[in-house]
């Protein structure tokens, strides 16, 4: 959901619990998308300074997302599976590639340019269904299958406080 202005939507969820990485995670997703839809709604109506503030969220959100990805689950999951790296690899791949055009879009919104944001919004909009799919349809659900209940509310956890 898109934050009023001057006011932030939490990093973390403190009225709901999550059960495994893929709740965690999905939950996630659905969040940092949200907030990507109410800049482009903000850039759809020419409302550069609201959207410049929601793509701040949206940056932040999405970053935050990656790193957990990147310094929690997928050396996990190479860990779990005996260095089985193809998989996070490619994601890792796709993680740069969405970065750059979320630098787009930045840039976009900086110069003022709703073509320059819906540019970089288009590059990403080519990766991320995918790259969201192999995660919650098979990562994410590789993972929680490795761990037992207690090492699962612990990464849960650690996902959760992590900001």
Known sequence: MLSAPGRRVE????TRSFDSVTAYLSWDHERFARILSGVSRAVDHGQMDRARRAYREFGQVFRRHMLLEET??????????????SPTALMRT?????LKAVEMMGEGLSAGSAEGFRTGLGFLQEVMPGHTSKEERILYPAIDNFLSAPE????????????
């Open 11 to 14: 990093t973390r969820s403190p």
């Open 72 to 85: 929690l689950l997928f050396p996990l999951f190479e860990a779990r599976t005996g260095g089985l790296e």
């Open 152 to 163: 699962r509310a612990s990464v849960v956890a650690r996902l959760a406080s992590a900001g």
């Open 94 to 98: 796709e993680h740069r590639e969405m």
